[in-house]
C-alpha cells in the first residue's frame, strides 16, 4: 500500500509541477514577444471582458501580484477553466471537448493496438528465436527510426495517393457530394473508419515495432532465468514453458510503456495534422498559425495529465502482476 | 549397492558451440546410476560436471550441443535412449520419472507465482485425472514432507526464507515420485545449519521413497558422507570413478588425491593441507595429452601427449577380490609405472 | 571490433558518412542557391524533369538545391541536441547512481517527471513566441531541445551506474581511498560508454524529429533552409492534397535515412551492450535448432583436440 501512496505522491508532484510549468512558461518569455502575442490579440475580434481576462491569465495588464494571479489560476483549473482561445474565441475547455474525443479514439484504439498486438508478436518470436525476425528487422529498424509525421507524411503518399485505398483528409466525409450527419449511424461510422485507418495505421506502424522488439528482448532475457528451464523439466507442455517466461517478460515491458507513452502520444498529435484529422493535434497546428496561446497551452496542460493517468494506469496494473511490487509496502 | 541399473551414460560428448568455434565441454562420460543409490559429480567448477547433468537430460541451454554417446534410461516402460527421444517423450519422462534441483532455489521459482500452483502444475501435466482437490491435497502432502506447513501453499517465494525456498524446490522434484532426482549444488546457497537439516531429510526420503540421486557438487568431503559412489571430473573428462569408501581412503588419481588433501580430515591423523598447485585449464585451451598434467606431481613423460582413457587400475590389486567397481584415468595405473605411496594405498589397511 | 563487422552496421554507418559530407558539402554542390528561383511569375510547382531533378515548388525554387543546402543545420542541430542531452544525463544518472540516497530520489523524480512530459509541446510552447533571430542560432535550438531529451538517458545510465557501483573493482577502488571523481571518471565512465552511445542515437534521432517537425509546423523559422522549412512549405501550400509529392516527399525521405542509418549504427553497439540477445543465433547458420529444453544431438560433428575417429554419421537434428 505505501507503494501505491508514493507513486501516488509521484502523480500529485508530476501533475502540479506541470501545472506551474505551465503558469510560468507564459511570464519566463522574453517580455516583448509575449507583447507581440498579446498586440495580435488586441486586434483579434475580442470583448473588452475577455481580453481583461487574457491579460490577467498572463500578468501583463493587471496589477495584480504573481502569487494572486497564480492562484487565480490554479483555481480557474479546478473549475475546468483553461482561458480563452484568442482565435476561436471560444473556451478552451469547450474546443478541447469537441476535438478530444476524436483523438481518444484514434491515438486509444491505435496504440492499444499496437501495444497487444506487438506485445503478443514479442512472446513469439522471443520464443521461436527462429530467424523470423532477421528478416523482420529492417522493416521494423525503418518504422522506429524515422519520425511519426514523416512516416505520416509517407503512409499518406503511398496508401492515400497513390495507392487510393483510404482517405487521407479529415476525420470524416466532407466533401460536396457527402451527406453524413455526424452520430451514431451506418454510413458516419464507415466513413470515419475510413478515414481514421491511416493515421492509425501510422501511429501502430511506427510504435509496433517497438513492442515487439521490447518484448523479444525481454522473453530473451528471461527465458535465461532458471524458473523458465524448471517449468521445461517438469515436462509441462510448450504453451505453458512460453507462459511462464512471459508472464515474467511482461512486467518490464509494462515499465517501457509508461515510459515511452508520452512519445507516442506526441507522435499520434503531430500525426492528426499530417492527415488533417480533426483531433487535438490539428487544434495545435491551429494554434500555432493563429498564435493562439492560450490554446496551446491548453492543450499542452490536457495532454500532460493524460500521459500522466496511463502512467498511474501502469503503475497499477505492474503492482497487481508482480506480488514482489505489493510486498515492497 | 548393486542395484540395477536406471541411468547409463556411454561416451557422452558435449561441446559448446558448432563448428570451428565449438568448444568441447564434456569428454567420453560413462556412468551408471542404480536404482535408489546417490553418484556423487564432484570437480573443480568448469570441470563439466553440470554441463553432463543437464546434458543427461537434455535441458542444457544453447550454445550446448551433445555430440556423441547415449543415455539410457530404465524406466516402468522400458529402455529407453533420451538423445534419441523426441520432445514429446522427452515430457512424458520429465519430472514424472527425472526431476532436477537447482542450484539457487531462489531463481529456479518462478517469482510470481505462488508455491501450490508450482507444486501442481506438473500434477496437471503428467496426472490428466486427478482433481483440484487431489493436486492440492498432494501440495499439502508435499509440503509436509519436507517440514513445512500448508499455510505456506498461498505464499510467494519471495515470502519464504533461503532455506524454504530450497526445501519447496525438493518437494516439487519428489511430487511425481521420480526414479531420479538431479541435484546441482543443491545447498550451496545455504548456511552450514540449514544445509545440513536440508541433506539428513533429504538421505531420509530417499531410503523412504528409494529413488536414486545424482549429486553435483564441488565439496567433495560432502559427497564422501552423502554418496555411494562418487565420479571426479576434471577439464570435461571423468578422471575416477569408485565408491565413495574406496575413493576417500584409496585414491587412485593424483587429481583426486589434491582434492582430497584440500580439505581437513575430521577424524584420524593430521595431514598438511596441500592443495592443487595452479589452476584448471580453460577449455579452449585444454593441454595436449592428459588435461592434468601441467599440475600433476607424477607426471610422466607421455602424460604430455596421450590421453589416458578411464580403466580399471592394474595395480595395485584390490585386497577384498572383489571386481573393483573403480576406475580411473591415469598412465600411473595401467600397469608396468611405479605407482607413488599415496595412490598405491589399499582399503582397510592404514594409510 | 566484433560489432563492426556486422553488414547493418556498416551499411549504416556508410549511409551516415554520405549523409554527413552531403550536409557538409550540399550547399556547394547545389546547382543552385537555396534561394534561387527560376521564374518570379508562375505560381505552379513543376513536377521533376530535366532541369529540375526534383521540380521545383511554388515560388520557383529549385527544390534538389534545397534539399542538398536543408541538411547542414538540420543534422547540426540534431547532432548538437544529442551532444548535449548526453552530457545532461551523464550528469545526472551517474550522480543518481553514484552518490544514491535522497540525491537519487530527487534526481529520479526529476527523470521520471521529464519523461513523462510531452518535449515536443513544450517545445512548442516555448519557442513560439521568440523571435526569429533567436530560433535561427543553433547552439540555442540544440540545447533547449536537448532540454526535454535527457530523460531518458539519465535513467538508463543510472540504472548501468548502480549496477557498476557494485561492482568489486569499484569496491576496491573505494576501499583503497581512490577519490570519488577519480572513481567515477576512470572506473565508471569507461564502462558507460557503449550505453552512452547508444543514448546518443536515440537522442539524435529524436533530435531530428523535433527539429524538423517544429520547422514544417513553423513554430521556428531558420534563418538558412531546412528539410523542415520545405516541408513547411509544402504543408501550408496543400502539397499533399495537390499532389505535389516532390515537394515533401525528398526531405521527408531524407530524415527517414538519417533515422535509419543511426538506428542501423545502433545495432553494432547493442551486440556489444547485450551480446545475449543476438548470440543465440550463431548455431542456427549451421542448420541447429536450439530450443529450450531440447538440446541438440549431433553425433557427427567433432572438433577439439579430442577428435571422435572418422566414422561419419549422418548430421541427425534433436528434433524429428
Same mark, same amino acid.
Not at chain 1, 454510413?187 to 518484448?215: C, N, R
Not at chain 2, 553418484?39 to 551433445?66: M, Q
Not at chain 2, 577439464?235 to 569408501?245: M, S, T, Y
Not at chain 2, 577424524?267 to 585449464?281: A, K, L, N, T
Given at each position: 500500500m505505501r507503494t501505491l501512496l508514493r507513486r501516488?505522491?509521484?502523480?500529485?508532484?508530476?501533475?502540479?509541477?506541470?501545472?506551474?510549468?505551465?503558469?510560468?512558461?507564459?511570464? !519566463?518569455?522574453?517580455?516583448?514577444?509575449?507583447?507581440?502575442?498579446?498586440?495580435?490579440?488586441?486586434?483579434a475580434n475580442l470583448d473588452p471582458a475577455a481580453i481583461r481576462a487574457l491579460e490577467a491569465q498572463y500578468g501583463t495588464g493587471a496589477d495584480h501580484s504573481l502569487p494572486s494571479q497564480y492562484l487565480t489560476y490554479l483555481s480557474g483549473l479546478l473549475h475546468g477553466d483553461l482561458g480563452l482561445s484568442t482565435s476561436q474565441s471560444a473556451p478552451v475547455s469547450s474546443i478541447l471537448g469537441s476535438t478530444l474525443p476524436w483523438t481518444l479514439g484514434l491515438v486509444g484504439t491505435a496504440t492499444a493496438l499496437a501495444f497487444v498486438v506487438g506485445t !503478443?508478436?514479442?512472446?513469439?518470436?522471443?520464443?521461436?528465436?527462429?530467424?523470423?525476425?532477421?528478416?523482420?528487422?529492417?522493416?521494423?529498424?525503418?518504422?522506429?527510426?524515422?519520425?511519426?509525421?514523416?512516416?505520416?507524411?509517407?503512409?499518406?503518399?503511398?496508401?492515400?495517393?497513390? +495507392? +487510393?485505398?483510404?482517405?487521407?483528409?479529415? +476525420?470524416?466525409?466532407?466533401?460536396?457530394?457527402?451527406?453524413?450527419?455526424?452520430?451514431?449511424?451506418?454510413?458516419?461510422?464507415?466513413?470515419?473508419?475510413?478515414?481514421?485507418?491511416?493515421?492509425?495505421?501510422?501511429?501502430?506502424?511506427?510504435?509496433?515495432?517497438?513492442?515487439?522488439?521490447?518484448?523479444?528482448?525481454?522473453?530473451?532475457?528471461?527465458?535465461?532465468?532458471?524458473?523458465?528451464?524448471?517449468?521445461?523439466?517438469?515436462?509441462?507442455?510448450?504453451?505453458?514453458?512460453?507462459?511462464?517466461?512471459?508472464?515474467?517478460?511482461?512486467?518490464?515491458?509494462?515499465?517501457?510503456?509508461?515510459?515511452?507513452?508520452?512519445?507516442?502520444?506526441?507522435?499520434?498529435?503531430?500525426?492528426?495534422?499530417?492527415f488533417t484529422y480533426p483531433g487535438v493535434g490539428w487544434q495545435i497546428y491551429q494554434a500555432i498559425l493563429t498564435g493562439d496561446y492560450p490554446l496551446l497551452q491548453g492543450i499542452l496542460l490536457v495532454v500532460v495529465f493524460t500521459v500522466l493517468a496511463v502512467n498511474l494506469v501502469a503503475d497499477l496494473a505492474y503492482v497487481a502482476l508482480d506480488p514482489r511490487a505489493r510486498k515492497e509496502a | 549397492m548393486t542395484g540395477e541399473p536406471v541411468l547409463e551414460v556411454r561416451d557422452l560428448c558435449v561441446d559448446y558451440g558448432v563448428g570451428p568455434g565449438g568448444?568441447?565441454?564434456?569428454?567420453?562420460?560413462?556412468?551408471?546410476?542404480? *536404482?535408489?543409490?546417490?553418484?556423487?559429480?564432484?570437480?573443480?567448477?568448469?570441470?563439466?560436471?553440470?554441463?553432463?547433468?543437464?546434458?543427461?537430460? *537434455?535441458? =542444457?541451454?544453447?550454445?550446448?550441443?551433445?555430440?556423441g554417446g547415449e543415455v539410457r534410461f530404465h524406466g516402468p516402460d522400458g529402455v529407453l535412449d533420451l538423445l534419441e527421444a523426441d520432445a514429446a517423450t522427452l515430457r512424458r519422462v520429465r519430472w514424472d520419472q527425472i526431476s532436477v534441483v537447482f542450484q539457487s532455489a531462489m531463481h529456479a521459482l518462478n517469482p510470481v507465482a505462488r508455491i501450490d500452483a508450482q507444486l501442481t502444475d506438473a500434477l496437471r501435466a503428467h496426472r490428466a485425472r486427478l482433481g483440484a482437490a487431489e493436486r492440492r491435497e498432494r501440495a499439502v502432502e508435499l509440503l509436509r514432507?519436507?517440514?513445512?506447513?500448508?499455510?505456506?501453499?498461498?505464499?510467494?517465494?519471495?515470502?519464504?526464507?533461503?532455506?524454504?525456498?530450497?526445501?519447496?524446490?525438493?518437494?516439487?522434484?519428489?511430487?511425481?515420485?521420480?526414479?531420479?532426482?538431479?541435484?546441482?549444488?543443491?545447498?550451496?546457497?545455504?548456511?552450514?545449519?540449514?544445509?545440513?537439516?536440508?541433506?539428513?531429510?533429504?538421505?531420509? =526420503?530417499?531410503?523412504?521413497?528409494?529413488?536414486?540421486?545424482?549429486?553435483?557438487?564441488?565439496?567433495?568431503?560432502?559427497?564422501?558422507?552423502?554418496?555411494?559412489?562418487?565420479?571426479?571430473?576434471?577439464?570435461?573428462?571423468?578422471? #575416477?570413478?569408485?565408491?565413495?569408501?574406496?575413493?576417500?581412503?584409496?585414491?587412485?588419481?593424483?587429481?583426486?588425491?589434491?582434492?582430497?588433501?584440500?580439505?581437513?580430515?575430521?577424524?584420524?591423523?593430521?595431514?598438511?593441507?596441500?592443495?592443487?598447485?595452479?589452476?584448471?585449464?580453460?577449455?579452449?585451451?585444454?593441454?595436449?595429452?592428459?588435461?592434468?598434467?601441467?599440475?600433476?606431481?607424477?607426471?610422466?613423460?607421455?602424460?604430455?601427449?596421450?590421453?589416458?582413457?578411464?580403466? #580399471?587400475?592394474?595395480?595395485?590389486?584390490?585386497?577384498?577380490?572383489?571386481?573393483?567397481?573403480?576406475?580411473?584415468?591415469?598412465?600411473?595405473?595401467?600397469?608396468?609405472?611405479?605407482?607413488?605411496?599415496?595412490?598405491?594405498r589399499v582399503l582397510g589397511s592404514t594409510p | 571490433m566484433r560489432a563492426l563487422r556486422s553488414p547493418k552496421v556498416l551499411a549504416g554507418s556508410a549511409l551516415l558518412l554520405v549523409l554527413l559530407l552531403l550536409a557538409v558539402v550540399g550547399p556547394l554542390i547545389a546547382p543552385h542557391s537555396a534561394d534561387w528561383q527560376a521564374d518570379r511569375t508562375s505560381g505552379l510547382p513543376l513536377a521533376p524533369s530535366g532541369r529540375f531533378w526534383l521540380g521545383t515548388d511554388q515560388q520557383q525554387h529549385d527544390l534538389f538545391s534545397r534539399l542538398l543546402t536543408g541538411g547542414r543545420d538540420t543534422l547540426l542541430i540534431s547532432f548538437l541536441a544529442g551532444l548535449?542531452?548526453?552530457?545532461?544525463?551523464? @550528469?545526472?544518472?551517474?550522480?543518481?547512481?553514484? @552518490?544514491?540516497?535522497?540525491?537519487?530520489?530527487?534526481?529520479?523524480?526529476?527523470?521520471?517527471?521529464?519523461?513523462?512530459?510531452?518535449?515536443?509541446?513544450?517545445?512548442?510552447?516555448?519557442?513560439?513566441?521568440?523571435?526569429?533571430?533567436?530560433?535561427?542560432?543553433?547552439?540555442?535550438?540544440?540545447? @533547449?531541445?536537448?532540454?526535454?531529451?535527457?530523460?531518458?538517458?539519465?535513467?538508463?545510465?543510472?540504472a548501468q551506474t548502480l549496477a557498476l557501483r557494485a561492482a568489486d573493482y569499484v569496491e576496491a577502488?573505494?576501499?583503497?581511498?581512490?577519490?570519488?571523481?577519480?572513481?567515477?571518471?576512470?572506473?565508471?565512465?569507461?564502462?558507460?560508454?557503449?550505453?552512452?552511445?547508444?543514448?546518443?542515437?536515440f537522442t539524435v534521432i529524436y533530435g531530428i524529429g523535433t527539429y524538423t517537425a517544429l520547422a514544417w509546423l513553423g513554430v521556428i523559422s531558420p534563418a538558412s533552409v531546412t528539410w523542415g522549412t520545405v516541408l513547411n512549405e509544402a504543408q501550408s501550400s496543400g502539397a499533399a492534397v495537390n499532389g505535389y509529392w516532390w515537394w515533401y516527399l525528398p526531405p521527408a525521405l531524407a530524415v527517414a535515412l538519417v533515422g535509419i542509418a543511426l538506428a542501423l549504427v545502433n545495432f553494432g553497439i547493442d551486440e556489444v551492450i547485450n551480446p545475449r540477445l543476438t548470440s543465440a543465433r550463431t548455431g542456427r547458420a549451421r542448420g541447429v535448432v536450439f530450443r529450450l529444453g531440447l538440446t541438440p544431438v549431433l553425433k557427427s560433428a567433432a572438433p577439439g583436440p579430442a577428435a571422435a575417429p572418422s566414422n561419419p554419421v549422418p548430421l541427425k537434428e534433436a528434433q524429428p
Open positions: 501516488l505522491g509521484f502523480y500529485l508532484l508530476a501533475g502540479f509541477a506541470a501545472v506551474t510549468l505551465n503558469f510560468f512558461l507564459a511570464r !519566463l518569455l522574453p517580455g516583448s514577444a509575449l507583447q507581440n502575442a498579446l498586440a495580435k490579440l488586441r486586434g !503478443l508478436a514479442g512472446i513469439v518470436v522471443g520464443w521461436k528465436r527462429n530467424g523470423l525476425l532477421d528478416g523482420l528487422l529492417p522493416a521494423a529498424t525503418f518504422f522506429q527510426s524515422v519520425p511519426y509525421f514523416i512516416l505520416a507524411f509517407l503512409v499518406m503518399m503511398t496508401l492515400g495517393y497513390f +495507392g +487510393g485505398f483510404f482517405p487521407y483528409q479529415n +476525420g470524416y466525409d466532407i466533401g460536396r457530394h457527402a451527406h453524413l450527419t455526424p452520430g451514431w449511424n451506418g454510413p458516419f461510422v464507415t466513413s470515419v473508419i475510413e478515414h481514421g485507418t491511416l493515421p492509425a495505421l501510422t501511429v501502430v506502424l511506427a510504435s509496433l515495432a517497438g513492442w515487439v522488439i521490447g518484448m523479444r528482448n525481454m522473453m530473451i532475457t528471461t527465458m535465461d532465468e532458471d524458473y523458465v528451464l524448471v517449468a521445461a523439466a517438469k515436462g509441462l507442455p510448450q504453451w505453458r514453458v512460453a507462459a511462464v517466461a512471459a508472464r515474467n517478460a511482461i512486467l518490464p515491458t509494462i515499465s517501457n510503456f509508461a515510459l515511452s507513452i508520452s512519445l507516442v502520444v506526441t507522435g499520434s498529435l503531430v500525426t492528426e495534422i499530417v | 568448444v568441447r565441454a564434456v569428454t567420453d562420460a560413462t556412468l551408471t546410476l542404480r *536404482r535408489g543409490e546417490v553418484l556423487g559429480l564432484a570437480g573443480e567448477s568448469g570441470s563439466g560436471k553440470s554441463t553432463l547433468a543437464y546434458a543427461v537430460t *537434455r535441458l =542444457l541451454r544453447a550454445p550446448g550441443v551433445i555430440t514432507l519436507v517440514g513445512i506447513g500448508e499455510e505456506r501453499l498461498r505464499s510467494y517465494p519471495h515470502e519464504l526464507s533461503g532455506g524454504m525456498r530450497q526445501r519447496v524446490m525438493i518437494a516439487m522434484a519428489l511430487a511425481l515420485e521420480p526414479r531420479v532426482v538431479i541435484m546441482d549444488e543443491p545447498t550451496t546457497a545455504l548456511d552450514v545449519v540449514t544445509q545440513r537439516e536440508i541433506l539428513d531429510e533429504l538421505m531420509q =526420503l530417499k531410503d523412504r521413497l528409494g529413488f536414486a540421486i545424482v549429486f553435483i557438487t564441488h565439496d567433495l568431503s560432502l559427497l564422501i558422507e552423502l554418496a555411494d559412489t562418487i565420479a571426479i571430473m576434471y577439464a570435461g573428462r571423468i578422471v #575416477e570413478l569408485a565408491d565413495a569408501q574406496r575413493l576417500f581412503h584409496s585414491p587412485r588419481h593424483p587429481y583426486t588425491l589434491g582434492l582430497l588433501n584440500s580439505f581437513p580430515a575430521l577424524h584420524g591423523e593430521r595431514v598438511r593441507m596441500e592443495g592443487i598447485p595452479g589452476s584448471p585449464p580453460a577449455l579452449t585451451a585444454l593441454p595436449a595429452g592428459c588435461a592434468f598434467h601441467p599440475r600433476c606431481p607424477f607426471a610422466l613423460a607421455r602424460c604430455a601427449h596421450d590421453v589416458p582413457r578411464l580403466t #580399471e587400475p592394474a595395480e595395485p590389486a584390490e585386497p577384498d577380490g572383489a571386481p573393483a567397481a573403480r576406475s580411473a584415468a591415469c598412465w600411473l595405473h595401467t600397469g608396468g609405472e611405479h605407482v607413488p605411496a599415496p595412490l598405491a | 548535449f542531452a548526453c552530457a545532461l544525463s551523464v @550528469v545526472v544518472g551517474v550522480t543518481a547512481g553514484f @552518490v544514491g540516497g535522497l540525491v537519487d530520489d530527487l534526481l529520479s523524480a526529476l527523470a521520471n517527471i521529464f519523461l513523462a512530459l510531452p518535449g515536443l509541446l513544450i517545445l512548442m510552447v516555448i519557442m513560439k513566441p521568440l523571435p526569429p533571430s533567436e530560433t535561427s542560432d543553433p547552439l540555442l535550438i540544440g540545447s @533547449v531541445i536537448a532540454l526535454t531529451a535527457w530523460a531518458w538517458g539519465a535513467r538508463v545510465l543510472r577502488a573505494r576501499v583503497i581511498g581512490e577519490r570519488t571523481w577519480r572513481i567515477i571518471l576512470f572506473e565508471v565512465v569507461p564502462n558507460l560508454l557503449p550505453i552512452l552511445a547508444s543514448a546518443f542515437i
